[in-house]
């Protein structure tokens, strides 16, 4: 059972590159999330998909863009990489609705240099 | 002050021994997430409760919607307990607002 899959699982990027970072899942979800893990807070939400076709800020935005692709997927992309985007990524899916549980993916571990 | 604290930061226990995590939050909640996070990295969701108690094993989750408190319990813990757990309140619709763990450590 895969779940909500995640790539790449590492990356090391220098100060002004680009990527994208992968979401997606097999479990028919309606909704998506992207959040980043820092030492010593909470995960805290950058972008969310409540259904495909729409997309919303979270709490801490600046500096990324996202897309829906299709239903499964979901997509995080860091234009111009900066020191202060170093984290853990985590994507998570869940059916839409309120009160409904949320299933992470594994996580991306990004240093910028 | 954080919408949602947890306590304590740390935890360390003796095999077998019964622990208590702690989850108070100063809002407005439909209901709340306990999440487990494995050295590994990986988070995986234990409960979701909007009143009273669930079980699961050896893991029991309590809340208190008037006292905005909920506690997670371990019975007779094992040292694959080790692990960072998460308190995640849902204020609508789905989003989540987290706690900053508490990283628990079970030695044999």
């Known amino acids: 059972n895969a779940g909500v899959t995640q790539t790449p699982k590492f990356q090391v990027l220098k100060t002004g590159q680009s990527m994208t970072l992968q979401c997606a899942q097999d479990?028919?979800?309606?909704?998506m999330y992207w959040y980043r893990q820092d030492p010593g807070m909470g995960l805290r939400l950058i972008y969310y998909s409540a259904s495909e076709g729409t997309t919303d800020k979270g709490e801490v935005p600046n500096g990324y863009n996202v897309s829906r692709l299709n239903k499964r997927e979901f997509s995080l992309r860091l234009e111009s990489a900066a020191p202060s985007q170093t984290s853990v990524y985590f994507c998570?899916?869940?059916?839409?609705?309120?009160?409904?549980?949320?299933?992470f993916g594994d996580g991306t571990r990004l240093s910028i240099l | 002050k954080n919408e949602v604290e947890q306590s304590p930061q740390n935890l360390t226990a003796q095999e077998g021994e019964f622990i208590t995590i702690n989850c108070s939050y100063s809002v407005g909640i439909s209901a709340l997430h306990w999440l487990q996070q494995h050295p590994g990295g990986g988070i995986v969701s234990l409960f979701m409760l909007s009143s009273g108690k669930k079980k699961h094993g050896r893991l029991i989750a309590t809340i208190n919607i008037q006292e905005k408190h909920s506690s997670l319990h371990i019975t007779a813990s094992h040292p694959r307990d080790s692990a960072v757990y998460i308190c995640a309140v849902i204020r609508g619709g789905s989003r989540l607002t987290f706690g900053e763990g508490t990283q628990l450590t079970v030695n044999p």
């Open positions: 998570a899916s869940s059916e839409a609705g309120i009160n409904q549980p949320q299933h």
């Open positions: 479990m028919n979800h309606n909704s």
